[in-house]
């Protein structure tokens, strides 16, 4: 790994000093039978026998002591778990910080690469631009959005890949862009990261990814709703699944060579939670993260639950718990990086994992590589990501690329007529599905000029083999930093690898509104930021905000937009508010009727609607419509299965967003999640 310092110097060397004071007791005891032996004047067969006796005893005596002193030990921290209050200091301003987490990284020699500062999986959100600009900045592993192994397997089938993730046409997994997984050979170490509820599923995606992967992660996590509907995530952690979790985990470390590791969530009790790790860890885990929050119930409010904040001193008494040689990861109140060594220090975790710090400042981990006034002048070495597709290999042949680019030039054609009709008639004069058009122009051309480019490229045998050639560049600590504390620098790098690396529009939006919320919200662009539908029009908004920052006299402050800002806050805050209240509507009303599981009523209408019964419903009558969906689907919005452009209520919507199924495959790619 090129940014950081040889393992070695960075973790202090591996193991534990001796315990002098066993040494000291053992003397003692020698001493005392050789005594004893004089004493005796007995046969030295005698001596020898009954001494070792004497030894077996006191051995197990100390077993037994040591276990009580150690079960004591845990007890008395469930009755009073330790609190640190956490200081707060400026991105550059770490002048001891980094040397004294450095002397707590004394466990690095599981696996061979880092592991102690982590972009944790966030569906949408943790995608190979973004992974790409956090390393750049201090990440030393990064884990993919989640991915669902049965559908990755599904479009892998499609993609006639094998079990190596390659076919004969030289596409490979880690170009196809199969559930949105992209990879370039500067992106390591990298952890796919998978749901799954089905052994055999999770085994083939886990072989799928081998070849490109480092390691490969069952999320036991997520807390969405339609990881309940979906049956996975943090729904499978209760004892009526624990069987089928173990034989996921058993099935993944029998079928690859590369560890399997698994992100869990909190039981309800701590015992519950040390249970659950050291089952994992005999199933076959090599690595388990933490979230420092309980695993997601429909009713749980209490302290813990997903808004509060993480009870980073149960994932101490987990990490006290396990074997010394067995990583635990510690995901949960990370902010900055002082929060990244407290965190270390209070629940001695192998490694720190972080989701919304790391949203918020992609350069969070930057620190750890020194101070910038201590080691301003020292030469960082950064890897050049190099293009996506790598090894000449291809996703799709030469012939498809074409037909691809003929029906994307198609479309192209259709857009600028619609604009034409706009501009001629107004918008008024366009129906849904044309503003829809409008909408995927930015995405159709940046697709068509990679086509065009990728047609007119020679044949893959005249291609070089990029995954072995890695160039670097070199940059001075000072200047990372400098470039850290500038959340617009950060964010125009992150636009110029989403060129390079193309995802979609909403996940680009939701990084650079995460990024700049400060300069957004500073200059009246929040709104404008949302409503943008391409990459173009974020740089645009990106470069308003460079030139106000840089000449704030051009920069007037407009009091109408900003009332209207405010209610367009308060409805949503209302809307998101809706669910909540159903939710709680629901369940009181089970508990009033007495019903056990009170759940009851939130099952009835949360079927996903099928793909063919979305393409029915389409075509049927609005009452018909109507009908279909209140009996079956209830809690899911109609609109944004049956309506020309969706929901226009997104997120704020009180109905399920989930996406429509394919027989019994379901996925999950609505929602940031870690």
Not at 309 to 335: R, T
Not at 358 to 366: D, F, K
């Amino acid at each position: 790994m090129p940014m950081d310092k040889p393992q070695h110097e960075e973790l202090g060397g591996d193991g534990h000093p001796k315990n002098s004071t066993e040494k000291k007791h053992k003397k003692k005891s020698k001493s005392k039978d050789k005594c004893k032996e004089r004493e005796r004047g007995s046969h030295p067969d005698d001596d020898i026998s009954e001494s070792s006796r004497k030894k077996s005893k006191k051995e197990k005596k100390k077993k037994s002591k040591d276990k009580k002193r150690k079960l004591k030990t845990l007890d008395d921290d469930l009755k009073s778990p330790k609190k640190k209050k956490r200081k707060s200091s400026k991105q550059d301003s770490h002048n001891g910080t980094s040397n004294e987490l450095t002397k707590l990284e004394k466990k690095g020699d599981h696996f061979p690469f880092e592991y102690q500062h982590i972009v944790a999986p966030m569906v949408g959100a943790s995608e190979l631009a973004f992974r790409l600009l956090c390393r750049k900045y201090g990440a030393t592993l990064s884990y993919t959005p989640m991915m669902s192994s049965s559908q990755f397997v599904k479009d892998a089938e499609a993609a006639s890949l094998t079990n190596s993730g390659t076919n004969t046409n030289g596409a490979t997994i880690a170009n196809s862009n199969i559930c949105e997984f992209q990879t370039i050979p500067q992106d390591r170490p990298l952890v796919a990261h998978f749901s799954a509820n089905d052994p055999e599923q999770f085994a083939q995606a886990a072989k799928l990814v081998e070849n490109v992967a480092d390691a490969v992660d069952l999320n036991l996590g997520c807390p969405q709703r339609t990881a309940h509907l979906g049956h996975f995530g943090s729904y499978l952690l209760g004892d009526d699944d624990r069987e089928l979790v173990l034989k996921i985990v058993r099935a993944g470390s029998k079928a690859v060579s590369i560890p399997i590791f698994v992100k869990i969530r909190l039981m309800d009790t701590v015992e519950e939670t040390i249970k659950l790790c050291h089952q994992l860890r005999d199933a076959g885990a090599s690595l388990i993260a933490i979230h420092g929050r309980y695993r997601a119930t429909w009713e749980r409010t209490s302290a813990g639950a997903r808004d509060g904040p993480a009870l980073l001193d149960q994932v101490a008494l987990v990490k006290k718990s396990m074997p010394d040689d067995f990583p635990i990861i510690s995901n949960g109140n990370v902010i900055d990086y002082d929060d990244v060594v407290e965190n270390k220090k209070l629940t001695g975790a192998d490694g720190i994992m972080s989701a919304e710090g790391i949203l918020n400042n992609p350069a969070l981990y930057l620190p750890r590589l020194g101070s910038s006034n201590d080691d301003g002048e020292r030469e960082v070495q950064i890897p050049i990501p190099s293009p996506l597709k790598v090894n000449g290999g291809g996703s799709v042949p030469d012939k498809k690329k074409e037909k691809t680019m003929r029906k994307l030039q198609k479309k192209m054609r259709e857009i600028e007529t619609i604009e034409k009709k706009v501009k001629e008639l107004g918008a008024d004069s366009i129906n849904d599905d044309q503003r829809s058009k409008l909408q995927a122009k930015s995405e159709v051309q940046t697709l068509l000029k990679w086509l065009e480019n990728e047609v007119s490229k020679p044949s893959s045998k005249e291609l070089p083999d990029l995954a072995i050639t890695t160039q670097m560049t070199s940059m001075k600590l000072s200047e990372l930093f400098k470039a850290a504390n500038n959340k617009l620098v950060l964010a125009k790098e992150y636009i110029s690898l989403v060129r390079s690396y193309p995802m979609k529009i909403r996940s680009v939006v939701f990084h650079v509104r995460r990024m700049c919320k400060d300069l957004l919200e500073q200059y009246q662009l929040m709104e404008e930021c949302i409503a943008s539908t391409s990459i173009d029009e974020v740089d645009v908004v990106l470069s308003k905000c460079e030139r106000y920052m840089n000449d704030p006299d051009t920069f007037h402050y407009d009091r109408q937009k900003a009332a209207r800002e405010k209610e367009a806050l308060a409805a949503k805050r209302r809307e998101e508010g809706k669910r909540k209240r159903y939710e709680g509507r629901m369940m009181r009303k089970a508990k009033r009727e007495g019903l056990a599981d009170l759940e009851h009523y939130l099952r009835i209408g949360a079927e996903v609607p099928t793909v063919e019964i979305v393409r029915q419903l389409k075509k049927a009558p609005q009452e018909e419509r109507l009908a279909v969906w209140k009996k079956h689907h209830s809690q899911h919005c109609m609109s944004h299965h049956l309506e020309d452009g969706g929901c226009k209520r997104d997120r704020a919507c009180a109905f399920l967003h989930a996406e429509a199924r394919d027989k019994n495959k379901f996925v999950e790619d609505d929602e940031v999640a870690g």
